[in-house]
């Protein structure tokens, strides 16, 4: 079935820096992608999608790239804010469910 | 703008006993779920209902956890006896028929089973 790897664990930026997150996915056949941010004791929040027939997608600070040979699609949020401290979830649509990566701790430093 | 609800946002209960938890999902979405999520880690699918009919809940724990959805409208997640390792964080998520992989979230009921 279906595995999503998702780097780093935590990852600590400069406030205004920008920050990347990767995941890795195993199943050719999966062709939607979302990342979900996730602030303490909140449900996940969509923020952006990519589908697999699109290279890249942006959305003010944020964009994902898909690389659909590598099987690898990345979160890129530029000027980063401290609202933008929180756990980023990717996850791949497989088999007619969401695979999910373990998540990334994202910390903003003043 | 549309969110799906859920209550209660917390709940301590003693092992043994029997605990519920209600969602709605966002008006129209044909496709609810319920995920568990243990602190540190990704969403777990519980169930998946299509309407009032489960599609998939291969990993519900059948022999103490049961969801509904009858009018295929708000569900009801049950858990009875709770259990310590029950605690975690229960999430529901809907998704409209036409886009059924783009799923939106409630905020989610925290239980503490003690």
């Known amino acids: 079935g279906e595995n999503v790897e998702q780097h780093p664990s935590t990852l600590s930026v400069q406030e205004g820096d920008s920050a990347v997150i990767k995941c890795t996915y195993s199943d050719s056949a999966s062709n939607y992608f979302p990342w979900y941010k996730q602030e303490l004791g909140k449900g996940p929040q969509l923020i952006i999608d990519i589908r697999s027939n699109v290279g890249e997608k942006k959305d003010q600070r944020i964009a994902v790239t898909l690389n659909k040979t590598a099987k690898h699609f990345s979160l890129h949020i530029t000027e980063t804010q401290p609202e933008d401290s929180a756990v980023y979830f990717c996850a791949a649509w497989s088999n007619y469910q969401l695979i999910w990566g373990a998540g990334t701790k994202l910390i903003i430093k003043p | ?114």
Not at chain 2, 79 to 92: N, W
Request: negative net charge; hydrophobic residues 35%; glycine residues 8%.
């Open chain 2, 1 to 114: 703008e549309a969110e799906v609800a859920q209550s209660p946002r917390y709940k301590i209960t003693e092992k043994s006993q029997a605990v519920a938890f209600w969602c709605d999902p966002i008006s129209g979405h044909a496709t609810l779920y319920w995920y568990r999520q243990i602190l540190g880690q990704g969403p777990e699918l519980l169930v998946q209902f299509q309407d009032e009919s489960v599609v998939d809940d291969s990993q519900l724990p059948k022999d103490r956890f049961s969801a509904e959805r009858l009018k295929g409208v708000d569900s009801t997640l049950k858990i009875q006896p709770a259990e310590l390792g029950d605690s975690a964080m229960y999430l529901c998520a809907s998704s409209g028929r036409d886009r059924v992989y783009e799923q939106y979230f409630g905020p989610g009921t925290r239980l503490t089973v003690t």
